[in-house]
């Protein structure tokens, strides 16, 4: 299904639910200020983070801190066997093969990471107990995989047979055209939120690059690239090609133009602007970023139109439009 269609389709609860546009390739030098006020909030990539966010602003109500929101709001996308581009239902590598990268960070630099990790169906607890419970950053494959089993993460199969039969079709036709990242194939969930106490964290969780060669990591579990948080200015997130992300820090990046005095928006175009500076070819290839700074303001932006994210506090949410370099159509 066509991203547009799901949009149509999609069931958005009882939540009003706006879509609200900040900017357009013509006026893309008009900065929207989306949200300015501190107090809980929680915003996420894609249409699917309408229901992370759910689950994350339900635990920042009842005083729940923003690693936790992070955490179990993601942990909603993980188990949806119909997001492809997360945990259960991901699709698999060019072997066939669904493996997972996933990272968590808080305000005062703790940080925990998996790569190529197969088999668990949260990646996304399993780098906060790397976090919490290691003197490590970053685990990987079969060490991430002991790891989360020695934690009490039980062995799941995570390929799904609508994601099998993807790969089959896929190997069939193309096993040797890589399908591109670009504007509606990828669904990978970031999320950055803020609680009671101003205390802000972020995490992204994702299955990667669609029939990615076996072994490939991309931006989504490196931290500085799929997602920073520094205490004195704010927190970033990424989506879209991890090469392209990696290659400029991505969000670290963004948080270091919030630091010179941009806006989260301003912010996100810049990082957008660098990769157009950097990269030889970007022709059909979607990256988006989102920030939130510490006084609680959020800003997104992408490379092609179709990018959006889910931004919620204790009185709404909203499906937020990001303003783009380029129209897709
Ligand atoms: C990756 N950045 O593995 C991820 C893909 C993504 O939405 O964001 N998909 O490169």
Known sequence: MKRRDFVKLSALGSAAVLAKSCSTSSDKKQVSILETSKKIKVVSTWISGIDANKEAIRILSSNGSAITAVEKGLNVIESDPNNTSVGLGGMPDASGVVTLDASIMDDQYNCGSVTYLQNIEHPISVARKVMEETPHVMLSGKGAYDFAIEQGFTHKNLLTESSLQKWQEWKKDNSFNLPHINHE???????????????????????????????????????????????????????????????????????????????????????????????????????????????????????????ECALQDENRSELIKSGYEFEWE
Not at 206 to 227: E, L, M, N, Q
Not at 262 to 291: H, M, S
Not at 297 to 305: C, L, Q, R
């Open 185 to 307: 194939n990828h669904d990978t969930i970031a999320m950055i939120a803020m609680d009671a106490n101003g205390k802000m964290a972020a995490g992204c969780t994702t299955s990667g690059w669609a029939f990615k060669k076996h072994g490939r990591v991309g931006d989504s579990p490196i931290i500085g690239a799929g997602i920073y948080v520094d205490p004195e200015i704010g927190g970033a997130c990424a989506t879209g090609l991890g090469e392209s992300i990696i290659k400029i820090c991505g969000s670290h990046a963004v948080v270091e133009f919030m630091r010179s005095g941009l806006t989260p928006e301003e912010a996100c175009r810049e990082a957008v602007e660098r990769i157009k500076k950097t990269t030889e070819n970007y022709d059909d290839l979607q990256v988006g970023f989102l920030a939130m700074n510490i006084t609680g303001e959020v800003g997104i932006h992408s490379m092609y139109s179709g990018f």
